[in-house]
């Protein structure tokens, strides 16, 4: 009898591996890492009966095939990590399924469609200024423009993808027909606390909160630290502090509002000048789109004083944005039966984080598992699911497949 708990396990500490030096793992797109885990995936889709592809957005593709004209059900979720994050948020909903479909493969079990498992490229928008381009690219709400973005080094999107292997002009063609698609399924670490709270091991997402991504670049004068006179200094550093002490004030008093700098760069950097420049991002993050889509706004009116107070240029740019999306009633009904099926209560919550699936939405009715997450802790190190818990993730996942086009009753 497979664990199949143990074997998701085994595969996601080989998939950990692939990282960069350093504590957890780093995994950013179009890198030796990301290399080195579509090699794993590889394997593990091949060893689970599937025919695998490398799209033109970077997704990996395993395909189970369907009986001729048959309708496809896509699951799948990211194979890319924050710096130093934890061993499972996205790659987890790559291992699952794929883990699931070699289950039915194993029981001989007949499905009246063919299935997708992804492993897109790059959701966490670490490296460049975007995100979900996999999803967004199957969406058919890819931009193209987003393949002039950089990262810190100046690498252009558009050549890390290049020089990676692939063909970005490709991109446009990898739009699915939603005629052919009959859902898609995210199965991902809870990344917070409730299910460990509640003493459940899995959990159904009743909708996924949006998200808007800022660039502001804070630019004044350097000068020596000794000698030049703090009276008419420009100090790009001050006017930044201030930018990033209203993003918390914003988050603070807002309610329903997540609001983080997450990234600040300084130049020159030293000791003994005043600083020049500083490059930070802001991220706002809510299930109503106007809260959040007003915070940013609030934010550019504030960085626009400051630049006038203190003498500062102050170019801010809304970089990335996605909508907050409710997952499928009926599709998420499903899975919670299926997931109860398999022993777990399986309660409704919201995700905070944010996902492939809210790209897809756009495509198709979307859902999205829980698994209880340790501490509720992730991007981090620390991140963990248990091997019991990923079980129970991959009975659910394959009585969910087995079940579509069946009646299950009315799930309560
Ligand atoms: O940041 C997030 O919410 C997700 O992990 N990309
Ligand atoms: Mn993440
Ligand atoms: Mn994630």
Redesign the pocket.
Do not use: G, K, L, S
């Given at each position: 009898m497979t664990d199949w708990g143990q074997r998701a396990a085994a595969l996601l500490n080989d998939l950990a591996a692939c990282s960069e030096p350093g504590p957890g793992v780093t995994r950013l797109p179009f890198t030796p890492e990301h290399r080195a885990a579509l090699d794993v995936l590889r394997a593990a889709m091949e060893n689970a009966g599937l025919t695998v592809t490398l799209d033109a957005a970077c997704t990996l593709v395993g395909r189970r095939e369907g009986p001729a004209g048959c309708k496809t059900f896509l699951l799948g979720s990211h194979q890319d990590s924050v710096r130093e994050g934890g061993a499972y948020?996205g790659i987890m909903g790559v291992v699952l399924p794929i883990l699931a479909l070699e289950k039915l493969r194993e029981e001989g079990a007949e499905l009246p469609f063919a299935v997708d498992v992804l492993a897109f490229a790059d959701?966490?928008g670490v490296r460049f200024p975007t995100a979900l381009i996999g999803s967004r690219a199957l969406a058919g709400t890819f931009d193209p423009s987003v393949l002039d973005m950089r990262d810190d080094q100046g690498t252009a999107l558009r050549d890390a993808m290049t020089s990676f292997g692939l063909d970005p002009a490709g991109i446009g063609a990898l739009r699915r027909d939603p005629g052919d698609v009959l859902g898609f399924l995210e199965t991902h670490i809870e990344?917070g606390p409730h299910l460990e709270r509640e003493g459940e091991a899995l959990g159904v997402v009743t909708a996924i909160c949006g998200?808007e991504r800022h660039q502001i670049i804070v630019t004044g004068e350097t000068g020596h630290a000794g000698t030049l006179p703090m009276m008419g200094r420009r100090d790009a550093l001050v006017g930044a502090a201030a930018i990033v002490s209203e993003v918390d004030r914003l988050g603070q008093q807002t309610a329903d509002l997540r609001a983080t700098v997450g990234a600040l760069t300084v130049e020159p950097n030293v000791v003994n000048a005043v600083p020049r420049a500083v490059r930070l991002t802001a991220e706002f993050r809510s299930p109503d789109d106007n809260i959040r889509s007003k915070a940013g706004n609030a934010l550019h009116d504030f960085a626009r004083q400051v630049a006038t107070q203190r003498s500062l240029t102050i170019d801010a740019a809304r970089t990335y944005a996605q909508p907050a999306q409710p997952c499928n009633q009926d599709l998420s009904r499903r899975l919670s039966w299926a997931a109860k099926q398999a022993g777990a209560g399986c309660p409704a919550l919201p995700s905070g984080?944010?996902?492939d699936a809210s790209a897809m939405a756009d495509l198709c009715p979307i859902a999205m598992l829980f698994v209880r997450c340790r501490n509720g802790v992730s991007?981090k190190p620390e991140e963990f699911a248990s091997s019991e818990d990923m079980a129970l993730a991959i009975s659910a996942l394959s009585t969910f497949l087995k079940s579509i086009g069946q009646d299950v009753g009315s799930p309560g």
């Open positions: 948020d959701e966490e990344q998200i984080a944010t996902h991007h």
